[in-house]
């Protein structure tokens, strides 16, 4: 049927077995009827499939890039403090230490550069820090006991911290998939199909044994 040499030729043995007869004739049957039947018809899901893929990858570089350049101010203002260059304001120590903590946020900041998805362990910490910081700040301000060009120096952080939760949510909305549109242009977000699983009850935990984990 395939038109493939056979090392023995089966005519001889077709003309006289009946049972290789009927199996023959009821594969060719089948092969006509696979080769003959036309393909189903499917609509095109082109479009709703392009509107449902995540943004690529390469999208939000901007804010990342911004968030690069406060980063490096940031670890630029630190250097100047452990460095003894920026002028101190409480001491030798006092300046190493806000040195100290300016160097952890421009290194937290470029870690989140390079890993988004670690922004969103830094906004706990530095949305603390940073709502502190204000309050204080006014008070002082307003006590006269810090200059506005002292406190311009905080403004790094507080950029920091709104580039840091922009990046965050452009990272975790990236890979959330857009509602498809039907043709009478209802969303589909609705269906079955696209309903999250239901979770899994979670199994007890159970102490293994030494034997146990060597087995696994």
């Known amino acids: 049927m ?15 077995c009946a049972a290789c007869q009927e199996w023959f004739a009821g594969a060719e049957r089948l092969r006509r009827a696979m080769l ?20 690529p990858s390469g999208e939000g ?32 120590h006092f300046d190493h230490e806000s040195g100290a903590w300016n ?3 421009g290194i937290g900041l470029l870690a989140a550069v390079v890993r988004p998805k670690t922004a969103a362990g830094q906004l706990p910490l530095l949305t603390g820090f940073v709502g502190v910081l204000l309050v204080l700040s006014a008070g002082d301000l307003a006590a006269g006991q810090v200059t506005l060009a ?12 709104a580039l840091l939760y922009a ?9 959330t998939p857009v509602p498809a549109a039907t043709a009478d242009g209802t969303s589909t977000s609705g269906s079955t199909v696209d309903a999250p ?13 030494a034997h146990g984990r060597h087995a696994a």
């Open 103 to 105: 160097l952890a946020v």
């Open 167 to 175: 990046v965050h949510r452009s990272h975790r909305d990236r890979g």
């Open 61 to 92: 570089w901007g804010l990342r890039i911004a968030l690069a350049v406060v980063a490096v101010a940031q670890l630029g203002l630190a250097f100047a403090q452990l460095l003894g260059t920026a002028g101190g304001h409480g001491g030798l």
């Open 36 to 55: 003959l039947r036309p393909a189903p018809a499917v609509p095109d899901l082109t479009a709703a499939i392009l509107e449902r893929t995540p943004a």
């Open 197 to 209: 699983a239901p979770a899994r009850p979670r199994p007890r935990g159970s102490r293994r044994q």
């Open 150 to 161: 002292r406190l311009a120096t905080h403004l790094l952080v507080v950029l920091g911290l």
């Open 2 to 16: 395939d038109g493939e040499s056979e090392p023995v030729s089966p005519d001889e043995h077709l003309a006289t």
